[in-house]
Structure formats: C-alpha cells, structure tokens
C-alpha cells in the first residue's frame, strides 16, 4: 500500500441534518460517552466475544477511543497536504483523525473496477473517499466501518458524505459542508462485492461495474461484472435528502449544479488507517 497521496490543503467547515432533513446545521465532532483509551497491552482482535466488546467499549467503530479531546492526540508525522486536509477539516471525531492515513486505493493507479477496488479496500477497516468529477468538482464520504464485500447493508451511526461547494475546491481553498446520516444508522452502507461504494440506498452510488442495482457479488462472478467488463466505469449517483441530509445549495447531490443526479469521475482515491486492518470486519 502506497503512503498518503500529496494534494493542495483547504479551509473548511462542517454540516449536518437537523431535526428537520431539508435543514442543515453545524456539526461537532460525534464521541462515545464515557470511552476509555484501551491498555497498552491489550492486544486488539477482530473475532469473538472480546473483540465485539472491544470495539464496542474502546471506541465504537469508527469513533476514537480516548473519548472528548481526542483529536490532541492526532496523527503528526509527516504526512501529504491532502492527508493533512483530510485530518484536520473532515476527520476530527473519528477514528481516523489519531491514525497514519494510508493510500489505499486510488483509481487511477489501480483501476476503475469494482474487483480492483475491494482487492485494495476490503477488511482495512474505516475507510474515507475523496472524488473528483469531470467538471472539476469535489465531493468525499466516511465510511466507519469499511468495506468486507458482506453482500448485504450495514448499519452505522456515524457515516457521512462531503461536500466541496465549489468547482476546484481542493485547489482554492472552497470550505466543504459535512452531510450526516437522516433517520438513524440504518443501511447506512451496502457492502457489495460487485459494486464499489455505495451510501444509503440512493446518496452515493459508484458502481465500478455492471452488477444489477444492489447485486451481489455472486450475481456475475467471474463475468463482467467485477471487471467492469473490459471498460473502465466512472460513472457516479447521488440524491440526497432521504438518507444522507442534502446541502444547502439547492442540488440534492454531491455534484455542481450542473452535473445532475449523475456524473462522471475523473479522481478517487480511498485512505485508510495504518494499523485498523481486520478490526472492523
């Protein structure tokens, strides 16, 4: 797996839904209540009893451990000016905000197929996208939990997409709006092996592919599917407001104005934390 991928650092500022899904608030950090920093000893594992209740009392998947002020205990090596963008204006309150970010996949090097994307995803645990379509605009999502090919969806309380409002945004410096889960965790994520990532039933869908909607892995295997059938697939969805809160800029996806409901990409890359591989699964 490749270090942190270098990009130009921005400013920004973070969204959620509120009680009402067509509004959207200022966001603070999410942290478990009364977590506690595991022993330094305490050998982390990812199966059985312990492991669940490790991940259960010690951080709950994806949230940092140590609980409020947290994010003091930040990752502070060297690292690129993406990586240090990411840490500062769209992961504090996770896991990742304390952890090496690691580039995991990027689709440009490793293909734009669902195969290629879980062969470099699956089982490092949580997980965080930034794209960039055609015309030149950003857009980013949490996933707390990472992706394991299960076939199925998985619940998360604390998944989120990204917005950068503006065309370029990485570059000029365009603050991004955070878009929280609406109405609970659930089917916060569909995991399947077939496809790449998709948010919600309709947030964000990438397919990398040519599974049915929501197919399994199983669905093709072997066939066109997962390969994308010997074309690359950029194509991208996202309507928000039923699942994940919409922005404030009228939209209702993550793309510019002008692109729609659908786009196609031109960028993503996928990061991950050095060391979470196997925990989440």
Request: proline residues 6%; glycine residues 14%.
């Amino acid at each position: 797996m490749a270090s942190c991928h270098s990009a130009h650092a921005l400013a920004s500022r973070r969204v959620a839904p509120s009680a009402s899904r067509d509004r959207v608030r200022a966001r603070a950090p999410r942290v478990r209540a009364g977590a506690t920093r595991p022993d330094a000893d305490d050998t982390p594992s990812s199966s059985g009893v312990g492991g669940f209740l490790r991940k259960l009392f010690t951080g709950e998947l994806g949230v940092p451990a140590s609980g409020p002020g947290s994010d003091a205990a930040a990752f502070a090596g060297s690292e690129s000016a993406e990586c240090a963008m990411l840490r500062a204006k769209v992961l504090p309150g996770t896991v990742l905000a304390s952890r090496e970010l690691v580039l995991a996949y990027d689709a440009s090097r490793d293909g734009w197929s669902a195969a290629a994307f879980h062969s470099r995803c699956d089982n490092f645990g949580p997980a965080v996208l930034v794209a960039r379509t055609a015309k030149g605009h950003y857009f980013g999502a949490f996933n707390p939990l990472g992706w394991a090919s299960r076939e199925d969806y998985r619940d998360a309380f604390n998944a989120f997409l990204v917005k950068w409002p503006r065309r370029g945004a990485l570059v000029d410096g365009g603050e991004p709006w955070i878009l929280e889960k609406v109405g609970g965790p659930g089917a916060a994520i569909f995991d399947f092996g077939a496809e790449g990532p998709i948010f919600g039933a309709d947030a964000l869908k990438i397919p990398l592919g040519r599974a049915p909607s929501m197919g399994s892995s199983y669905a093709q295997i072997g066939g066109a599917a997962l390969g994308g059938g010997g074309k690359e697939i950029k194509t991208a969805k996202s309507s928000l407001g039923s699942s994940y809160a919409a922005p404030p800029d009228g939209t209702g996806t993550l793309f510019g104005p002008s692109e729609g409901r659908e786009t196609e990409l031109a960028e993503m890359r996928v990061y991950v934390g050095k060391g979470l591989e196997g925990d989440y699964a």
